[in-house]
């Protein structure tokens, strides 16, 4: 029996890459996405995935954390890449397959700051890095506390939805559905998902009524948190990777 788990939580541990400032693991993140993006190559990219293999080695990221994709998504990559085969030969199938590993590296990073980071100092982190668009006055707590509630409500909402996969499995099949001409008459989707809307909104009421008890969402960015001297070791560690990396594509 496989144990599957949900990427977006906290995987416990107390390791150097868990003990950094949010903002500075949301900075290295948007550091490589911006060196991957002005620079797709293939040693970039193979850079940046090496920063997340070590990165997940020191963190002490079990291999069980790491979700399974379905089969589904290798056949749609396959697919695109005979699809671009087809069109521009070899090279638009390289261009396809560059462009695949640089959207799977981006989740892998953005998903292994979930994984160090406690969901409390998503939001003040945000807060901070976004402190400069105040003087435009821009909700910038606002945008922090949304987004932090969107990564905390996305775990909830995943297990909701494999219970609910779960009951259906466990209903005894009707006759009547066996008989169905058309999988659109069938109108169990639609239960699930109705029963999945329910469950979120009862579940934002619920955080809702707590977040307001606690005194309301400026105390989720009230938390005073900040870089500290790994913070800026780590930080030039990476630039200074990034740097060597563009020189060395250029030469």
Known sequence: ??????????????????RL?????????????????????WPALGF????????????????????????????LLALGTATSASFNGLDGALVFLRASVLALVVVAMSVLVIW???????????ASLMRPLRWLRLPVDEWAVAIALCLRG???????????????????SS????????????????????????????????MAEAITARGGTGSLVAYQSGPHRRD???LTVVVIACAAVITASFL
């Open 154 to 172: 996305m775990p909830m909402l995943i297990d909701e939805l494999r219970i609910l996969r779960a009951a259906y499995r466990l209903r005894p």
């Open 48 to 75: 940046v995935a090496g920063v997340v293999i070590v990165t997940a080695i020191v963190a002490g990221i079990p291999l069980g954390a790491i979700p399974r994709p379905p089969w589904w998504i290798w056949g």
């Open 21 to 41: 400032w949010a903002g500075t693991k949301l900075g290295i993140v948007a550091i490589l996405g911006i060196m991957t993006w002005v620079l797709p190559s």
């Open 232 to 234: 800026a070791v780590a």
């Open 116 to 126: 160090t980071t406690a969901m409390a100092d998503i939001a003040p982190a945000l």
């Open 175 to 206: 006759k009547a559905s066996e008989t169905v001409a058309h999988p659109s008459a069938q109108t169990a989707v639609f239960d699930m998902v109705t029963a999945a809307m329910s469950n979120a909104l009862r579940r934002s009421a619920e």
């Open 1 to 18: 029996m496989t144990m599957r788990t949900v990427p977006l939580r906290q995987v416990p541990g107390d390791s150097m890459i868990h």
